[in-house]
């Protein structure tokens, strides 16, 4: 099976998303998003894929001998590597599990309002960006615009196209595997369009009619049990639970144990095999690590600073300060909200957050 050219184009179709999306959210200063540009442009300048080539490639991987789930490994490998696209632009899991959790809370009478943020953070970020993306013109002298524009239809249109013509040709729907694993590059399935996106690559329109016409029906989803909220998991390791994580009593609740493990699989940080963790930062803004740290630890533990006194639950700062090696956690957090400048790296890591405690929601039992 060969790989070649789809690791080649995933590689770097995610790396020209990262740049667009430090471009726009990034908070950079004019002389940073000049070079920025220059970098982007360049980016685009290279993109030397031949779509026909990549599109050969996928068929004949799917051609050769493998089990049914195998060929659907397979396919999901293909779509994955787009989840923080997916993420951005059409953020259905993480609202979908945000409401579950809000239903269930509202019939205890616990709070919503955190979830009830995200939801509504994540829609105004997806509404940004999809303006920015499905453009229809782009207005001059809306370099945003632009460099989103040309990611969206170059990148992330084109390659759909590919996945969803090689992926009929084997009985295969995205449109059902997009769902299956909860990332989404591809949203307009009208079917006159649909049938010439397909027949480019298959040969005829006729023949993606033939092909589109033996596609599975889609099965209406069972109803799930509404489950309760995350963040209120700080519960004894259960049984079977996967965790990377050993912490100290005090630190060991479940909820810490998931963030903690989501920000290891990111790359934030690192456990240095003597019982302790370094934190990393974020690959897209390596300045201001420590207070990446600290607005991490406030956001987990619900602080809040106001002027009649911080609220939030009381944080265990010296346990983490040991773990760590982070001296005066609590004095950096309040420097770290009172900060004039603004800070991009919170969406990614409040981001980060919503997705470890989603994944508590999701391997919770009912």
């Not at 300048?45 to 001998?65: C, G, H, K, V």
């Not at 999901?76 to 579950?100: A, M, V």
């Not at 207070?291 to 006194?309: C, L, P």
């Not at 911080?310 to 982070?326: A, D, H, Q, R, V």
Request: charged share 30%.
């Amino acid at each position: 099976m060969s790989k070649d050219l789809e690791k080649a184009f995933l590689e770097q179709g995610r790396r020209l998303f990262e740049l667009c999306r430090l471009y726009i959210d990034g908070g950079l200063n004019p002389e940073e998003k000049d070079s920025l540009t220059k970098e982007i442009e360049d980016a685009f300048d290279n993109w030397q894929f031949d779509n026909r080539a990549l599109f050969d490639e996928i068929t004949a991987n799917l051609e050769e001998p493998m089990s049914e789930q195998q060929r659907e490994r397979y396919c999901f490998s293909l779509i994955t590597p787009f989840g923080e696209y997916s993420k951005t632009l059409h953020p259905k899991w993480i609202i979908g599990k945000s409401q579950e959790s809000i239903n269930y809370r509202q019939r205890i009478g616990g709070d919503v309002s955190y979830l009830e943020r995200q939801i509504e953070k994540s829609n105004r970020r997806a509404d940004k960006y999809k303006d920015l993306a499905f453009s229809i013109g782009k207005q001059e002298g809306n370099e945003d615009e632009s460099v989103f524009f040309e990611f969206a239809q170059i990148v992330c249109v084109e390659y759909a196209n590919i996945l969803d013509a090689a992926f009929v040709m084997f009985g295969l729907d995205l449109k059902q595997l997009q769902d299956k694993c909860c990332v989404w590059i591809k949203q307009d399935w009208q079917h006159e369009l649909r049938v010439l996106d397909v027949g480019h690559y298959v040969g005829s329109e006729a023949l993606a009619e033939e092909y589109l016409s033996r596609l599975p029906q889609e099965q209406p989803e069972p109803q799930q049990e509404q489950k309760a909220a995350a963040q209120d998991y700080n519960i004894e390791p259960q049984q079977g639970e996967q965790t990377t994580v050993v912490l100290p009593d005090v630190l060991n609740t479940q909820k810490t144990r998931a963030v903690f493990d989501e920000a290891i699989s990111r790359g934030w940080m690192k456990e240095n095999g003597k019982g302790d963790y370094e934190w990393l930062g974020l690959k897209d803004w390596k300045r201001g690590r420590q207070q990446q740290f600290v607005y991490m630890v406030g956001q987990m533990y619900g602080y809040k600073k106001s002027d009649s006194g911080n609220e939030g639950n009381s944080i265990p700062c010296k346990p983490l300060e040991k773990l760590f090696g982070i001296s005066g956690i609590y004095s950096l957090l309040i420097k770290c909200w009172e900060a004039s400048k603004p800070q991009p790296w919170r969406q990614a890591i409040d981001d980060m957050i919503t997705a470890a405690l989603l994944k508590i929601i999701v391997s919770t039992p009912n």
